[in-house]
């Protein structure tokens, strides 16, 4: 069978909601001599979780002002929304334009960057600025303040501004660790990527999860003396 004829039969057992092993056995028993590997099946299942529709090949080759469309665009930035941390190359499977053109819209077009793992905007209007500030302030001046009158009941307040990765314990301190600690593994299932990811969060000590919470209170400090910018390091 050729190449696009597995990729067909692969989608089917995704939507059936087959696991890549059972995607695995099943081409093995049908087609022994050439059925793809598990990591070519692991490779597509990857691609139809992010949005990806076809089966086809994504185009590699053009101009980048044929495919930046308006529509490509809308799609590309409503990806970008819905998942922070999805990857240029998923964004162009998905799409199905040159990794190229996807990081010519998304960082020209879109005005977005990296920061602590997620896509941002770029540039911060001054309203958001003036909200970060506000935040940071309110939620220092609380911490500060509750933080010695809840130590008389061996109690901890840990307040959280409106969410912004730089200002997340989870995406400066926590994540990034996780994802090192990921880096080289490869999983077959989602249930096997869970497990291991419970025994990692299991094993790390009570001193690192308060640690990441203690770089917290720099970080406020740090977002107001830059009126309300990112806190990138």
């Known amino acids: 069978m050729e190449k696009s004829e597995f990729r067909v039969l692969i989608k089917h057992y995704y939507l059936r909601k087959k696991t890549i092993s059972e995607t695995k056995a099943k081409l093995d028993k049908y087609y022994p001599d050439s059925a793809p590997s598990i990591g070519t099946i692991h490779k597509w299942f990857t691609e139809f979780r992010c949005?990806?529709?076809s089966t086809v090949d994504a185009e590699r080759s053009g101009r980048p002002k044929e495919v930046t469309t308006p529509e490509n665009v809308e799609k590309i930035h409503d990806m970008m929304?819905?998942?922070p941390k999805v990857k240029l190359r998923e964004v162009?499977?998905?799409?199905?334009?040159?990794?190229e053109c996807v990081g010519n819209i998304v960082h020209s077009m879109l005005g977005m960057k990296k920061l602590c793992a997620r896509w941002v905007p770029r540039l911060l209007t001054v309203d958001q600025k003036r909200i970060r500030v506000t935040n940071s302030q309110q939620n220092f001046a609380l911490f500060s303040l509750a933080q010695a009158k809840l130590h008389e009941i061996s109690f901890e307040l840990v307040p959280q501004p409106p969410y912004s990765p730089d200002l997340a314990p989870s995406d400066y301190y926590l994540f990034p660790s996780l994802n090192r600690w990921l880096t080289g593994k490869r999983f077959y299932s989602i249930e096997e990527l869970i497990a291991e990811?419970?025994?990692?969060?299991?094993?790390?000590p009570i001193e690192y999860l308060s640690d990441g919470i203690k770089k917290l209170e720099n970080r406020w400090t740090r977002c107001i003396d830059l009126e309300g910018e990112y806190v990138e390091k």
């Open 51 to 53: 949005g990806r529709t």
């Open 81 to 83: 929304l819905n998942d």
């Open 92 to 99: 162009a499977n998905a799409v199905g334009i040159s990794l």
């Open 197 to 204: 990811t419970e025994a990692y969060f299991g094993d790390l």
